[in-house]
């Protein structure tokens, strides 16, 4: 499967009324598909594979591309995205946190973050609960972490076709996140199967990858 302008048109013309950012996921996909949209305008890109993504970044470097990082990702490896990363989305613990705190310290910079929100019931999705969710904001309210900006949160509901279960889900995640949200939080939910549902739900930030790109092999 093979880039699809058509949709990307389509998809930004209906998120730019709205006011929503378009990270387009270019996960397994050739440095010169991110090319293609980069010329149409596209500058927010997400990656899942720390190896892949500082790759890319080499390879587009003459590029003002915005890296996002939007997989799971292992403490022992943010020390190779943690100059250039432009926002984490996927930070699921306290102790990667403070890892990112730690790398961003020593390449002198913040880094922006979002937390991860667990709500799938499905055992291989990462995030946070409520009580983690909690601890990190005491952690920061102690000056703990001064080198990491937290700009919001981020979710990723069960991969099933029941949109009523993937609608409860992410009701269940505005819910939790509620008393941490401002009109400037960053609300980063919805992928290519349930986008529309999360927009409904009060998405500002969608992150798309196979209506864009093709199916992934
Ligand atoms: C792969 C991925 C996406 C994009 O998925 P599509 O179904 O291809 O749109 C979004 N978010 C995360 C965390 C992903 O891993």
Known sequence: ????????????????????????VSKLKPTSDIETLYNLNQ???????????????????HLNINWH????????KVKYIAPFVYLIHSV??????????????????????LLQVYIAKEETKFGLDENEINDIYKEIADGKLNYINILGFM???SFVN????????????MN??????????????????????AIKMGSNMVRIGSLLFGARS
Request: hydrophobic share 35%; net charge neutral; with cysteine.
């Open 155 to 157: 979710t990723m509901a």
């Open 69 to 76: 990082f939007i997989g799971h990702l292992q403490t022992n």
């Open 92 to 113: 699921d613990s306290l102790k990667l946190l403070q890892e990112i705190n730690k790398q961003a310290q020593k390449n002198k910079r913040t880094i922006n973050c």
């Open 162 to 173: 029941d949109e009523k279960i993937v609608e409860k889900e992410f009701e269940y995640f």
């Open 1 to 24: 499967m093979s880039i699809s302008i058509e949709n990307y048109k389509k998809i930004k013309l209906e998120l730019e009324s709205k006011n929503i950012t378009l990270v387009a």
């Open 43 to 61: 500058i927010d890109f997400g990656e899942n594979y720390v190896q892949e993504l500082v790759q890319k970044q080499i390879d587009l470097k």
């Open 176 to 197: 939790i996140i509620k008393s941490y949200t401002n009109k400037n939080t960053i609300l980063s939910f919805g992928m290519s199967q349930d986008y529309k549902i």
